[in-house]
């Protein structure tokens, strides 16, 4: 497989909503309240001020990277439809991120309940699903 280029603003703008999704996962709206009381996350605990910034940063750059990434694999993988694009998606997240979060859990010291990690794992699978759509219809 090679490395070809993707449109900067291709990735950015993906990235953008896969972070959105993030957000919105984890807000009251959707699991956050409930992945608040199960991981014993508190209000204190949320990064304020700069770190805020950093944190937020951080996540939207690694968004950046996945969102490159996997735009790179759906070019090498001749991807022409929105169903093969979200395909892609799936796979990488049941081959890549799946396993990694299992083994989290299974050898964590302190156990969250398993709940907390299908939410998360389920953020991944969301997210994954919706930037690898939109990069099949964009590139």
């Known amino acids: 497989?090679?490395?070809?280029?993707?449109?900067?603003?291709?990735?950015?703008?993906?990235?953008?909503?896969?972070?959105?999704?993030?957000?919105?996962?984890?807000?009251?709206?959707?699991?956050?309240?409930?992945?608040?009381?199960?991981?014993?996350?508190?209000?204190?605990?949320?990064?304020?001020?700069?770190?805020?910034?950093?944190?937020?940063?951080?996540?939207?750059?690694?968004?950046?990277?996945?969102?490159?990434?996997?735009?790179?694999?759906?070019?090498?993988?001749?991807v022409f439809t929105l169903i093969q694009g979200m395909m892609i998606g799936f796979w990488m997240w049941l081959g890549f991120i799946a396993p990694v979060f299992l083994s989290q859990y299974l050898w964590a010291t302190h156990k969250k309940p398993l709940v907390v990690y299908l939410i998360d794992l389920g953020q991944l699978l969301v997210t994954l699903l919706i930037g690898s759509a939109i990069l099949s219809l964009i590139i």
């Not at 993030?22 to 700069?50: A, D, N, Q």
């Open 1 to 78: 497989m090679h490395i070809i280029s993707i449109p900067l603003i291709q990735v950015i703008s993906t990235a953008l909503i896969m972070f959105i999704v993030g957000v919105l996962w984890y807000s009251p709206i959707v699991f956050g309240h409930m992945y608040k009381r199960l991981s014993g996350v508190t209000s204190e605990m949320k990064p304020v001020g700069k770190k805020m910034y950093i944190t937020f940063g951080l996540a939207f750059l690694g968004n950046v990277v996945m969102s490159y990434v996997l735009g790179i694999v759906i070019i090498n993988s001749v």
